[in-house]
């Protein structure tokens, strides 16, 4: 990326329940960075997983994000009004021959894996699927989307053979305060081997959502122009997935940055059913948004 380039920043939260620090910290270094930069700064509404989506936690994201002094481009992107592009870009995987069809429950990899301490995990701990399904006879993704099929996979290992050698990425720091006063503290950034066999055959559609975070998030943060991606570091490991898709389906690779999770008392990670870290109810307990970003460290 050249200093010339315009950077484009977005905070991409999920509307299944109400912000809390944790995401406070992620839109605020966002907001942070692209304003030091001259960038741009979008929200997107990661609304893909309807049954968990919500019109009151939508809602709740604007009002808290306006609340903290936060301000982004409007309209805003919400992925459940783009399935078609997900499904365009999946159809293109299919073309390439990566994708087949599974009809295996996560019951019966569970059950597979049970008490087999050596069965191979996700970076998540989710069992790694064994391709049980993939040499079954190839119907496209369509047919079996029509056919009510429960899942397509991505092939990993032709996929890996696709896209060749030297899958990287160039990650940056994100927390030290230094570092967030400018890109010039850390003008090269570090360079990461990304290393996607590790997700195995992963999910990019189930019959119950049109497209999985992955697909959407590649698709939308190329169509969108986003220069920088900054979200929390339990996404690290799945940006060697997101690169293997930019790579196979000709996207730009985005800069990385990847924080600390904001932690609660106990050194536990913040969860979005845990009430008490809602930044609308601190905001009922009289705390301002300086409060919040002294709490967060910003
Ligand atoms: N929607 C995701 C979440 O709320 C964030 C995705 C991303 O930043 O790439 O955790």
């Keep these: ?50 049954r968990r989506a919500r019109p009151e936690f939508e809602a709740a994201i604007y009002e808290d994000l306006a609340w903290l002094g936060l301000d982004w481009e409007r309209p805003v992107r919400r992925q459940s009004e783009h399935f078609g592009d997900y499904a365009r870009a999946l159809d293109r995987l299919d073309a390439m021959g990566l994708i087949y069809a599974c009809d295996c429950k996560r019951s019966d990899i569970a059950q597979m894996a049970a008490g087999k301490r050596d069965w191979p995990r996700d970076p998540d701990g989710s069992p790694l699927y064994p391709g049980t399904c993939r040499s079954k006879p190839r119907r496209t993704a369509r047919e079996v989307l029509a056919e009510g099929g429960l899942a397509l996979r991505l092939d990993m290992r032709r996929a890996s053979t696709l896209a060749g050698q030297g899958l990287t990425w160039r990650e940056f720091g994100a927390d030290s305060p230094s570092l967030r006063r400018g890109a010039a503290d850390d003008p090269q950034g570090t360079t990461i081997a990304a290393d996607p066999a590790e997700w195995g055959d992963v999910v ?75 930044l609308r109810a601190l905001r009922a307990e009289g705390w301002t948004p300086a409060d919040v970003r002294r709490r967060v460290g910003l």
């Design 1 to 50: 990326m050249t200093s010339k380039e315009e950077r484009v920043f977005r905070f991409a939260p999920s509307p299944n329940g109400y912000l809390h620090l944790g995401h406070a910290y992620s839109a605020l270094l966002n907001f942070d960075l692209a304003r030091q930069c001259g960038g741009r700064l979008l929200l997107r509404i990661e609304d893909i997983d309807t």
């Design 204 to 278: 990019l559609v189930r019959k119950d959502t049109p497209a999985s975070y992955h697909i959407a998030v590649v698709v939308d943060d190329a169509l969108q122009g986003v220069t920088d991606v900054v979200r929390g570091k339990d996404l690290f490991e799945a940006t060697s997935l997101h690169r293997l898709l930019q790579r196979l389906l000709d996207l730009p690779a985005p800069d990385y940055r990847h924080h600390g999770l904001v932690l609660d008392e106990n050194g536990e990670k913040l969860a979005k059913s845990v009430a008490s870290t809602a």
